[in-house]
């Protein structure tokens, strides 16, 4: 007779350059602190509005863009639209406090390939780095 079996371990995530782009200081160094904990992710950049996230990629090459909707000089959504025009377009992740339809159609349409309710970061985020990883789409309408 056995016991039950062990609980599998979660895949490794391979090795993952990430930007982090948001114009709220005090969310983006939790973000990044909560990144820079994770194994296999590098955090390549950091960048406080759209047009900074634009020259920080194309000097970095990132595998991944967790980008903020609403930021100055350049919103997520028109950052993203750029970012998947250029050569080696990054995957791009949307962030923002609100989760309505509207919101996540928009990130549908600029081309991200997946949104994530900004309270959601902590408990979805690993799962959203999985994916990533895998080059899969992140799924917008999936509440936690």
Request: with cysteine.
């Amino acid at each position: 007779m056995t016991g039950p079996s062990p609980t599998p371990e979660p895949e490794p995530t391979p090795n993952l350059r990430v930007l982090v782009a948001d114009d709220s200081l005090s969310f983006r160094d939790i973000l990044c602190a909560f990144l820079e904990s994770l194994p296999g992710i590098e955090l390549c950049g950091v960048a406080s509005n759209g047009l900074d996230a634009l020259q920080i990629a194309a000097q970095t090459s990132p595998d991944l863009v967790l980008m903020d909707l609403a930021m100055p000089s350049l919103d997520g959504c028109e950052a993203t639209r750029r970012l998947k025009d250029g050569p080696q377009a990054p995957q791009v992740v949307l962030l923002s406090i609100c989760g309505d339809d509207e919101l996540r159609q928009a990130t549908r349409l600029a081309g991200a390939d997946g949104f994530l309710n900004k309270c959601d970061v902590g408990a979805r985020l690993p799962q959203v780095l999985q994916s990533v990883a895998r080059r899969e789409r992140v799924d917008h309408d999936r509440d936690p």
